[in-house]
């Protein structure tokens, strides 16, 4: 029998809600302004939300893959790295429980990603792979022997906060350099504005360097030679069989495609210079969709 599953990603900005088959098939979705800086109500009227949804569609669990850190034994979020924020502490998972009368799994949203990829997307045919998404900051997810990796606390993969500067500027994660200070879209815009003297949006940049502009070309090559740098460390810890690359950042990626193979092919180890760096083909479908299927896939195996 069909069954339904209601997929949440709530983003920085946009939260979607989706209905979603067993097979991974979005049947219906509508999109909400993300206002966690609301704190407890918008949580209460997303749910709310949920709740209809789930009654229309006869949806038999909630999956939701969230921007920042949730603890994994809990469900709430954790302080992270905005530890005064609104949303820290909010027991998510119990909220949506509780209002929708379902079984609810929540995680991070580059986590769940992740699962997207192994379920549907570039690493359906792999068993290990790891997963990084490229927005506004750089998030990941690990996937090992078939398996989404937790860790601890479940906050594993927190792949845009290694250093790859160790004298680099200050994160807000408390360490140094971090790869997400380099190569997340925040950062080209860092960059571009301090090279121009003005501000400037990092598809602006991109689309300056795609027209051969040589300043816009030149940040885009510092970026990309970073995230090359970081796959290599990943690559040299992990020893994935393929990297997918996630997030709005990617459809300008035949830009920054040279240099990333340069810097990884110098970072990486021998053996593992050839590891396959694949552009994910879920666009913006993989948050819902990996929500859903990994709350389908838990229930199954509770
Ligand atoms: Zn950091």
């Given at each position: 029998?069909?069954?339904?599953?209601?997929?949440?990603?709530?983003?920085?900005?946009?939260?979607?809600i989706?209905?979603?088959?067993?097979?991974?098939?979005?049947?219906a979705?509508?999109h909400?302004?993300s206002?966690?800086?609301?704190?407890?109500p918008?949580?209460?009227?997303?749910?709310?939300?949920?709740?209809?949804?789930?009654?229309?569609?006869?949806?038999?669990a909630?999956?939701?893959?969230?921007?920042?850190?949730?603890?994994?034994?809990?469900?709430?979020?954790?302080?992270?790295l905005?530890?005064?924020?609104?949303?820290?502490?909010i027991?998510?998972?119990?909220?949506l429980?509780d209002?929708?009368?379902?079984?609810a799994f929540?995680d991070?949203?580059?986590?769940?990603?992740?699962?997207?990829e192994?379920?549907?997307?570039?690493g359906?045919?792999y068993?290990?792979?790891i997963?990084?998404?490229?927005?506004?900051g750089?998030?990941?997810g690990?996937?090992?022997?078939g398996?989404?990796?937790?860790?601890?606390?479940?906050?594993?993969?927190?792949?845009?906060?290694?250093?790859?500067?160790?004298?680099?500027?200050?994160?807000p994660?408390?360490n140094?350099?971090?790869l997400?200070?380099?190569?997340?879209g925040?950062?080209?815009a860092?960059?571009?504005?301090?090279?121009l003297?003005?501000?400037?949006s990092?598809?602006?940049?991109?689309?300056?360097?795609?027209?051969g502009d040589?300043g816009?070309?030149?940040v885009?090559e510092?970026?990309?030679?970073?995230?090359?740098?970081?796959?290599?460390?990943l690559?040299?810890?992990f020893n994935p069989?393929?990297?997918?690359?996630?997030?709005?950042?990617?459809?300008?990626y035949?830009?920054?495609e040279?240099?990333?193979?340069?810097?990884?092919?110098?970072s990486?180890m021998?053996?593992?210079?050839?590891?396959?760096i694949?552009?994910?083909?879920?666009?913006g479908?993989?948050?819902?969709?990996?929500?859903?299927?990994?709350?389908?896939d838990?229930?199954?195996?509770?």
């Open positions: 029998m069909e069954q339904h599953v209601l997929g949440i990603d709530i983003g920085a900005t946009n939260t979607r989706a209905v979603v088959d067993s097979a991974g098939n979005i049947l979705s509508e909400l302004p206002r966690m800086a609301e704190g407890r918008f949580f209460q009227a997303l749910a709310d939300r949920a709740h209809d949804w789930a009654q229309r569609h006869h949806a038999k909630v999956g939701v893959g969230t921007a920042g850190q949730i603890h994994r034994a809990t469900g709430a979020y954790l302080p992270g905005y530890p005064e924020a609104p949303w820290v502490g027991p998510l998972r119990d909220i429980a209002t929708t009368g379902l079984p929540v991070n949203d580059c986590k769940i990603h992740a699962y997207a192994l379920k549907i997307g570039a359906r045919t068993t290990d792979f997963s990084l998404t490229l927005g506004t750089i998030g990941g690990i996937i090992a022997n398996q989404l990796v937790h860790g601890a606390k479940g906050i594993a993969g927190h792949l845009g906060h290694i250093s790859i500067e160790p004298e680099g500027p200050p994160c994660c408390g140094r350099g971090c997400e200070l380099y190569a997340s925040t950062a080209v860092n960059m571009a504005s301090t090279q003297g003005r501000e400037i990092s598809p602006e940049v991109f689309r300056l360097a795609a027209a040589q816009a070309l030149a885009i510092r970026m990309a030679s970073a995230l090359g740098r970081g796959l290599g460390a690559a040299n810890i069989q393929i990297f997918v690359l996630g997030g709005g950042i990617m459809q300008w035949p830009l920054l040279a240099a990333t193979r340069r810097s990884f092919r110098a990486a021998t053996e593992l210079e050839d590891t396959p694949l552009v994910s083909p879920l666009e479908r993989g948050g819902v969709i990996g929500a859903a299927l990994y709350a389908l838990q229930l199954e195996q509770d």
